[in-house]
């Protein structure tokens, strides 16, 4: 099955991407660029190519409401006509929004383009599913934009005060949640409107409150904090993602020294999870695979390392040199392809902290080379 998806280097759009490029070898991805939209004759080559579109572009911030609503209308009337002359009969998923039904002038550019692309392509003999989305968050959102939840991430991480407007209580969605649920439409489509539920929902200062506790606990104290649902797993790992890893890392361990040598501890966790260790000889590179969930920490306590990191889709790889005489640890944001090469002339010496036991059935881990 060939797959398009509008939008790639969006937020929903990159981990849709990543998603189906890692995790569905069945389905082939069809490349898109923005500048298709400015060009009538390659817009409908791509919508040729593709046997299923996520049509995930979209504008939702300009100078004024009219220009939204404006350049919304474009853009799908542009795509409508690139259908209707590539005689599309495959599956068009179109993500609208929740707001739909308030007074926005998004929400009505949303609806009225949803309505012309069922009308189109039921018109085309094809399959339309239009997708009703709501406060979707995660890592790699672009704060100071549509998620609260990106804007505290990186204000609370830069030092500054998240202002809380209004302590409402607001639904949120985990992308990678939304991903599965595109997805299963895309394997097996059922109506022509799904309103994606969304995975909770709480209050703007529980969620702040959340964040000041990560970073007390993980940035002040070093200590993985407690992580009792699978909300505050993912909150905690998109807390994560706005890390400036580049100057963070290798984070120093604390060295207690006496007459016998020194002491130092690796990781303080509320949540338990697996410790191992490795030994690596020298010129040797472990590694080169990523995670979609984990949260990891690598502690070199002997020897000599270098540490790369990669985001995926990505090509600027982060390096960071350790000594086991001076122990310090790196942890892997998720999405991050890594890998450990001792650099030294002795045995390297690794220790491993990883939050869930290994499972060979669900190992989340996925090879690719920094």
Not at 67 to 89: H, M, P, Q, R, S
């Amino acid at each position: 099955m060939r797959i398009g998806i509008t939008g790639q280097n969006g937020f929903i759009g990159y981990h849709l991407t990543q998603t189906i490029k890692y995790k569905h070898s069945d389905y082939t991805l069809v490349s898109f660029q923005k500048s298709f939209f400015e060009k009538e004759s390659l817009l409908t080559a791509f919508v040729s190519a593709c046997d299923v579109i996520v049509h995930l572009a979209g504008v939702n911030r300009a100078e004024t409401d009219e220009e939204v609503y404006g350049a919304n209308i474009k853009l799908n009337t542009d795509l409508k006509k690139a259908l209707i002359d590539a005689n599309f009969k495959g599956h068009l998923l179109f993500a609208s929004s929740s707001q739909e039904n308030s007074n926005s002038i998004y929400g009505k550019a949303k609806k009225e383009s949803r309505v012309l692309f069922e009308d189109t392509i039921n018109s085309l003999g094809g399959k339309f599913t239009g997708l009703i989305i709501s406060n979707v968050f995660g890592p790699f959102c672009k704060p100071n934009y549509n998620s609260f939840v990106a804007t505290f991430c990186s204000k609370i991480l830069n030092n500054e005060t998240p202002e809380v407007i209004q302590d409402a209580n607001v639904p949120l969605l985990y992308v990678g949640n939304l991903v599965a649920q595109i997805l299963e439409e895309i394997k097996e489509p059922k109506d022509s409107l799904i309103e994606i539920q969304p995975d909770i929902e709480v209050k703007v200062t529980e969620v702040l409150g959340l964040l000041n506790t990560f970073k007390d606990s993980y940035i002040g104290g070093n200590t993985i904090p407690s992580l009792q649902t699978p909300f505050e797993l993912q909150l905690f790992n998109t807390f994560r993602s706005y890390l400036d890893i580049e100057n963070i890392y290798p984070s120093l361990l604390e060295k207690h020294s006496d007459q016998r040598g020194f002491f130092s501890e690796i990781i303080r966790t509320d949540i338990g999870g697996q410790f191992s260790y490795s030994t690596t000889l020298p010129g040797i590179t472990r590694g080169n695979h990523f995670h979609t969930r984990k949260i990891e920490r690598f502690i070199v306590i002997g020897g000599k390392a270098k540490i790369s990191l990669r985001k995926i889709g990505s090509t600027e790889v982060y390096e960071y040199l350790l000594d086991g005489e001076n122990p310090s640890y790196v942890d892997m944001p998720i999405w991050y392809t890594h890998n450990i090469t001792n650099i030294g002339s002795t045995p390297l010496i690794t220790a491993f902290w990883i939050n869930e036991p290994y499972n060979s059935e669900d190992a989340d881990t996925y090879f690719e080379n920094v």
